[in-house]
């Protein structure tokens, strides 16, 4: 009975050893591959106090995400992302 609780305790420590290993990061794009495109077809909206921006996005499978960076104001620079699953970002200021 003293020889199976060891046993189960070493076989548990063992288990607990195996699962706590970091994992490395998994990237989806290929670093050595070249900048993606830009995207075409943009269309402003203008809003108050804010623009809506429509484009047609490359088929380029590096192209995570949409950004635009932009200036309210001398000296305030904003930053608005989109991700490539949409097609408009949003900018507000």
Same mark, same amino acid.
């Given at each position: 009975m003293n020889n199976k609780i060891v046993y189960l305790i070493v076989f548990l420590m063992s288990i607990v050893g195996i699962s706590c290993k970091e994992e490395g990061r998994v990237d989806f794009i290929d670093e050595h591959a070249p900048a993606p495109a830009q995207v075409t077809n943009v269309l402003?909206?203008?809003?108050? /106090? /804010?623009? =809506? =921006?429509?484009?047609? =996005?490359?088929?380029?499978k590096n192209l995570l995400y949409v950004r635009a960076e932009y200036e309210i104001k001398p000296g305030v620079i904003r930053e608005t992302k989109s991700s490539y699953f949409k097609d408009s970002l949003v900018l507000e200021g």
């Amino acid at each position: 009975m003293n020889n199976k609780i060891v046993y189960l305790i070493v076989f548990l420590m063992s288990i607990v050893g195996i699962s706590c290993k970091e994992e490395g990061r998994v990237d989806f794009i290929d670093e050595h591959a070249p900048a993606p495109a830009q995207v075409t077809n943009v269309l402003i909206e203008n809003r108050a /106090g /804010g623009a =809506l =921006l429509k484009y047609t =996005l490359p088929v380029d499978k590096n192209l995570l995400y949409v950004r635009a960076e932009y200036e309210i104001k001398p000296g305030v620079i904003r930053e608005t992302k989109s991700s490539y699953f949409k097609d408009s970002l949003v900018l507000e200021g």
